[in-house]
Structures are given as C-alpha cells and as structure tokens.
Nanobody, 124 residues
Framework: QLQLVESGGGLVQPGGSLRLSCAASGFNLDHYHVAWFRQAAGKEREGVACINGHNPKTKYGDSVRVRFTISRDNAKVYLQMMRLKPEDAGVYYC???????????????????WGQGTQVTVSS
C-alpha cells in the first residue's frame, strides 16, 4: 500500500477556488489510477474525480463536472476546484491503485491505498 498525503484544503468563500494535491510518500504516482473522494459530515463518501494511470483520461462526478479538474505530473495528482459551493465542503481524500492498461480508473471507492484527508470548508 502507498502512503498518500493530501494537502491544500482550507477555508474558502463560495465562488472561490482551491487546489488540492495528493502525493505518495517515497513514490511518485506515475502509472497509478488516482481518485479524489469527499465526505461531508453525516453523508456517505462520494467519488469526485479520477485519472487513469496509463493515459490522461479522467472521470468526474456529476456534481463537480466542469467546475473541478483533476490532473497529474509524475509525482503528484491535483484537484483544481473552481466556483466552490457550500455543498462542496467536506473532507477530501485521495486514493490510488496500480493502473496498467487496459484498466481504467473509477470513482467508486474500490482503491487499496487512501490518504488521511484534507478538510475543505466553503463558507462566507
């Protein structure tokens, strides 16, 4: 299992932006499927976005499509969040699994490695 560390969370006003980062301790995330999930208090964990390990194809949850962008470099995976809404608040987790072709990433929580999460608060 990878040790994943998220960063970049914080307090932002509605309509604002944040960029989250996910890094693997001692490894780079190249060739791994990586996904972002979020969980608000009292709600189930929700898949937000994922990116394939072997090509740059991505998937998004319906509630964040257009506003959020997942991307990667060799070391990290990022989640750029724009036009944030109060309902986007929660703890954001990244998750990863080895991602060889032809497998594809998923925004279902079926990953072997998870980070501890970073809090995102959207409030005026």
């Amino acid at each position: 299992q990878l040790q994943l560390v998220e960063s970049g969370g914080g307090l932002v006003q509605p309509g604002g932006s944040l960029r989250l980062s996910c890094a693997a301790s001692g490894f780079n995330l190249d060739h791994y499927h990586v996904a972002w999930f979020r969980q608000a208090a009292g709600k189930e964990r929700e898949g937000v976005a994922c990116i394939n390990g072997h090509n740059p194809k991505t998937k998004y949850g319906d509630s964040v499509r257009v506003r959020f962008t997942i991307s990667r470099d060799n070391a990290k995976v990022y989640l750029q969040m724009m036009r944030l809404k109060p309902e986007d608040a929660g703890v954001y987790y990244c998750a990863a699994d080895w991602g060889p072709s032809p497998s594809v990433c998923t925004i279902q929580p079926r990953y072997g490695s998870w980070g501890q999460g970073t809090q995102v608060t959207v409030s005026s």
